[in-house]
T-cell receptor, first 109, second 112 residues
Framework: RKEVEQDPGPFNVPEGATVAFNCTYSNSASQSFFWYRQDCRKEPKLLMSVYSSGNEDGRFTAQLNRASQYISLLIRDSKLSDSATYLC??????????FGTGTRLQVFP | DADVTQTPRNRITKTGKRIMLECSQT?????MYWYRQDPGLGLRLIYYSFDVKDINKGEISDGYSVSRQAQAKFSLSLESAIPNQTALYFCATSDSDSYGYTFGSGTRLTVV
């Protein structure tokens, strides 16, 4: 079983739609959680950290459920520029990040 | 200038050749990492270093070696390249207080 699992997609949604991505992790000792965004052939970039109480950054909302070992990302009012691959990332131990394989989002006009 | 610079950006090399990928950073971070990315497999950790005298193997270190020449420099070597080492390689940095990594723009390596 992979340590971090994501639905690879693609998710094809129209502009303005709301879309949600889910992620599960297997290591209960995981300490910190993140969503990264990766554009095609580019490097991953930190989108947002995920806190136990849930957190929001503009159109993006992240949720964490430690009991179910589940992380989510909600994007409201999707823009064309949101088209990318979204990586669920878990921090284990001192400072090692484990990356999911990513969920691809394509927003169409 | 980019915070994390990788060279070369693209490289095609022949099986059996030695190749070095270089990474330098201006963020002053102590921690540096090398990942490779393959379609369907995501990013996998090759080696990491928490300071100049510290080198640790990641999950897929076989066939690779690293050198931490200075706080700002961390190079990855393939002693004898093989075709299944064809991948996109990323260097990343972090410090103990940061919540995320800063990645370089990647090196696309093709072994023929």
């Amino acid at each position: 079983r992979k340590e971090v699992e994501q639905d690879p997609g693609p998710f094809n949604v129209p502009e303005g739609a709301t879309v949600a991505f889910n992620c599960t992790y297997s290591n209960s000792a995981s300490q910190s959680f993140f969503w990264y965004r990766q554009d095609c052939r580019k490097e991953p970039k930190l989108l947002m950290s995920v806190y136990s109480s849930g957190n929001e950054d503009g159109r993006f909302t992240a949720q964490l459920n430690r009991a179910s070992q589940y992380i989510s990302l909600l994007i409201r009012d999707s823009k064309l520029s949101d088209s990318a691959t979204y990586l669920c990332v878990v921090k284990i131990g001192a400072d090692k990040l484990i990356f999911g394989t990513g969920t691809r989002l394509q927003v169409f006009p | 200038d980019a915070d994390v610079t990788q060279t070369p950006r693209n490289r095609i090399t022949k099986t059996g050749k030695r190749i070095m990928l270089e990474c330098s950073q201006t963020k002053g971070h102590d921690r540096m990492y090398w990942y490779r990315q393959d379609p369907g497999l995501g990013l996998r950790l090759i080696y990491y270093s928490f300071d100049v005298k510290d080198i640790n193997k990641g999950e897929i270190s076989d066939g690779y070696s690293v050198s931490r020449q200075a706080q700002a420099k961390f190079s990855l070597s393939l002693e004898s390249a093989i075709p299944n080492q064809t991948a996109l390689y990323f260097c990343a940095t972090s410090d103990s207080d940061s919540y995320g990594y800063t990645f370089g723009s990647g090196t696309r390596l093709t072994v023929v």
